[in-house]
């Protein structure tokens, strides 16, 4: 059985449709990864799978429940960590977990050794008697995972866990969501904007833009799919007869401005000459050449065009919008 299931999940506000006709699934154990430019439906997909918005048609299944007709159930099967902490300052965070399992109608004779429990997995018994407002943000973000993680749930949704973060912390905290997942053996559904983070952590990879998914696949098949390798060029200055020389030349896909320049290429080697050659012809002043492999980065221009940015600001905007909408 998969984990997660959509069946040409749509939600539309008014005239905009968010989610446009989205199938796909998720197998038990996975670390899915679930990418998408501001605005691509992203977060109103995760709002759908987690029960938070109803679709406006198609069906979505959460360990075999429908987040539509048995949202309790589905409720029961799923944590949920929130890009914004939801940890209560003022109380330390053994109390925090303590509200939490009593909001999650836990047993009472299971909640202190499941707290001791959580609290270990993300190392923070030292710290539980603390109040959170002297916790660093990663000592935060590892709270809000520990609460996730409670009542045992058999699909984790990690909402942008480690946006803001310093890449210290995001280290750390990838090293945590990897041994959960080993130890715990359940399924993470992983929103993020870091390239890197889906990279290292996912077992597949879904990419959505305009409310479509467009690509489902492993992180390794889709960067081999871009083909061959990648030479990135920096000029002072756009010069399109430079531009149509690359763009003539055999086996070369041409992106870019103008003046920063990426070619896609079966053999870069052998084709690095002959751009220096186009260049001095066309009088182009190259200021940079490097040649590498495809990365995440590239997979996801090429799919949506765009790159991804900090979207902490626009997804609260975001939220605000479907919170009028819903009201």
Not at 102 to 120: G, N, Q, T, W, Y
Not at 133 to 143: D, F, T
Not at 255 to 284: H, N, V, Y
Request: hydrophobic share 35%.
């Amino acid at each position: 059985m998969h984990s997660i299931e959509t069946r040409s999940l749509t939600k539309s506000f008014g005239n905009m449709t968010a989610v446009d006709d989205v199938s796909m699934t998720v197998q038990e154990g996975e670390i899915f990864g679930f990418l998408g430019p501001n605005g691509a439906g992203k977060s109103t997909t995760m709002m759908i799978l987690t029960t938070l918005l109803r679709p406006t048609s198609g069906q979505a299944l959460i360990a075999g429940h429908d987040v539509s007709t048995d949202p309790r159930r589905v409720r029961e099967n799923i944590g949920y960590v929130q890009q914004e902490t939801t940890a209560d300052e003022y109380l330390t965070g053994r109390e925090n977990l303590l509200l939490q399992a009593r909001l999650s109608h836990m047993e009472k004779k299971d909640i202190d050794s499941r707290i001791d429990a959580v609290l270990a997995l993300v190392e923070l018994e030292d710290r539980q008697n603390d109040p959170v407002v002297v916790y660093s943000g990663g000592m935060r973000k590892r709270l809000d995972i520990a609460g996730g993680l409670l009542h045992r749930p058999r699909v984790l949704f990690l909402d942008e866990p480690t946006v803001g973060l310093d890449i210290q912390t995001r280290t750390k905290l990838w090293e945590y969501i990897r041994r959960i997942h080993t130890e715990s053996e359940m399924t993470v559904f992983l929103s993020t904007h870091y390239m890197e983070e889906a990279d290292r952590l996912c077992d597949r990879i879904g990419i959505i833009d305009s409310g479509r998914i467009q690509v489902v696949d492993s992180p390794e098949n889709m960067k081999k799919g871009m083909g061959g390798e990648i030479i990135s060029i920096t000029v002072d200055a756009r010069n399109d007869m430079f531009l149509s020389a690359l763009s003539a030349m055999n086996q070369a896909e041409v992106t870019g401005d103008g003046q920063k320049i990426k070619i896609l290429t079966s053999d870069g080697t052998r084709l690095m000459p002959d751009i220096f050659e186009a260049a001095l012809k066309c009088k182009a002043k190259i200021e940079s050449v490097s040649l590498e492999r495809p990365t995440l980065d590239d997979v996801f221009i090429s799919y949506t065009g765009r790159q991804i940015r900090d979207e902490r600001f626009n997804r609260q905007r975001e939220h605000a919008k479907m919170r009028r909408l819903r009201a």
